[in-house]
């Protein structure tokens, strides 16, 4: 068990530039969340994926929020267009459906910085 | 929409003290988990304890447990033996139970919890 694994922990992005984040989860967990976390509030729920199906996707915080979780195994999260407001950390989780699914586990996150 | 509260943004104890943070929701479901999180420094969000609405018997973890009061929609966290290392922003967070799917998890804003040597 590896754990969630996120990549970049950090990123600097100019507004107006696309930016893409990965998410590698558990490796036999076949739920993946997304969450987003500003400074002072608990994260908020963005979309969620079951293997390669994406379940939810209405919370996503405008057209220029796109993931994709293609094989069923690593999820990408776009945000394109970026706004000083995207700043935020953005979490990654997993969980296993069926087996105490509600257990998620998180990664570390990746800090977005919009200039 | 659920929502979930906690009206305590800092608290502040000695080493060894019992703290207990607060926690109410709101939701017209019957079948939900509540869970209390932590989130250190290192920003890595770690389950601390959760707790299934049909079960009627309050969670424990070791030095962590909870007060589950269903009819209040009250659910808050005991920390037994308090440590220097139980210093975290602490989260509430609540999900419907459904077997075909579900939401993600609704957190609170947070308790920042202060363990003073």
């Known amino acids: 068990d590896t754990g969630v694994s996120q990549n970049p922990r950090h990123k600097i992005t100019k507004r107006g530039q696309n930016v893409t984040f990965r998410c590698d989860p558990i490796?036999?967990?076949?739920?993946l969340y997304w969450y987003r976390q500003t400074l002072g509030q608990g994260p908020e729920f963005l979309t969620y994926f079951q293997n390669e199906a994406q379940l939810e996707k209405s919370r996503l915080l405008s057209d220029r929020f796109s993931a994709e979780r293609p094989k069923g195994s690593f999820s990408t999260l776009e945000i394109q267009r970026t706004e000083q407001g995207d700043s935020a950390m953005y979490l990654c989780a997993s969980s296993l459906l069926g087996q105490g699914r509600e257990k998620l586990f998180f990664g570390s996150g990746t800090q977005l910085s919009v200039l | 929409a659920q929502t979930v509260t906690q009206s305590q943004p800092e608290m502040s104890v000695q080493e060894a003290e019992t703290v207990t943070l607060s926690c109410t929701y709101d939701t017209s479901e019957n079948n939900y988990y509540l869970f209390w999180y932590k989130q250190p420094p290192s920003r890595q969000m770690i389950l601390v304890i959760r707790?299934?609405?049909?079960?009627?018997q309050n969670a424990t973890e070791n030095r962590f447990s909870v007060n589950f009061q269903k009819a209040a929609k009250s659910f808050s966290l005991k920390i037994s033996d308090s440590q220097l290392g139980d210093t975290a922003m602490y989260f509430c967070a609540f999900v419907m139970y459904s077997g075909g799917g579900a939401d993600g998890l609704t957190f609170g804003k947070g308790t920042h919890l202060i363990i003073q040597p």
């Open positions: 490796s036999e967990h076949n739920r």
């Open positions: 707790q299934e609405a049909y079960k009627q």
